[in-house]
């Protein structure tokens, strides 16, 4: 079955504790891409990337890394969480980048 | 700037009544554009999409939608909602290896 999968699903955690959420999509997309969705700002994309060792920031990348070292898996690194960034973070991927996105089903995150 | 512009925040109908949500873009070159839909607690599931030719285009659950190039529009509709529509629907525009997302507009179906 084509999916994007992402872990954990749900994480606490604290300020300052470094931590990674992975993705993995099973389509042999070459474009993936991280989003947060806040209340009344909808999706922002955080950093995507077009091909395996090709990354580039999004429209809200600060606080946030990414690697592209295998075309199947795209984790998002906090290495120094805030609370600003408790939201809920979803993982897409794609052939392109302007075409239909497959959306994991989201990692929600509580930063205390 | 690029940007996807939906019109209606929050809308609230009751069972049967007809749907209509706005969507404009604002963007030139390639015009790829999409409905996804987000039932609560769950991931973003596609609705349907444009991508060249008839420019009244059906989705999956009774949802359609029509380009209209001249209005830069790409409006929703639904002859008669369900409760189970209850969801946020965001309208997403694909340029150059990027997308360019809608703030969404939450409907809630009254029964």
Do not use: I
């Given at each position: 079955e084509a999916q994007v999968t992402q872990n954990p699903r749900y994480l606490i955690t604290v300020t300052g504790k470094k931590l990674t959420v992975t993705c993995s999509q099973?389509?042999?997309?070459?474009y993936m891409s991280w989003y947060r969705q806040d209340p009344g700002l909808g999706l922002r994309q955080i950093y995507y990337s077009m091909n395996v060792e090709v990354t580039d920031k999004g429209d809200v990348p600060e606080g946030y890394k990414v690697s592209r070292k295998e075309k199947r898996n795209f984790p998002l690194i906090l290495e120094s969480p805030s609370p600003n960034q408790t939201s809920l973070y979803f993982c897409a991927s794609s052939v392109t980048g302007g075409e239909t996105q497959y959306f994991g089903p989201g990692t929600r995150l509580l930063v205390l | 700037a690029q940007s996807v512009s939906q019109h209606n925040h929050h809308v609230i109908l009751s069972e049967a009544a007809s749907l209509e949500l706005g969507c404009n873009y604002s963007y030139g070159g390639t015009v790829n554009l999409f409905w996804y839909v987000q039932y609560p607690g769950q991931h973003l599931q596609l609705l349907l999409k444009y991508?060249?030719?008839?420019?009244?285009v059906k989705g999956i659950k009774g949802f359609e939608a029509e380009f209209i190039k001249s209005k830069f529009s790409f409006n929703l509709r639904k002859p008669s909602v369900q409760w189970s529509d209850t969801a946020e629907y965001f309208c997403i525009g694909g340029a150059t290896n990027k997308l360019i997302f809608g703030t969404g507009t939450l409907l809630a179906v009254q029964p």
């Open positions: 099973n389509m042999n997309h070459e | 991508f060249s030719g008839d420019p009244l």
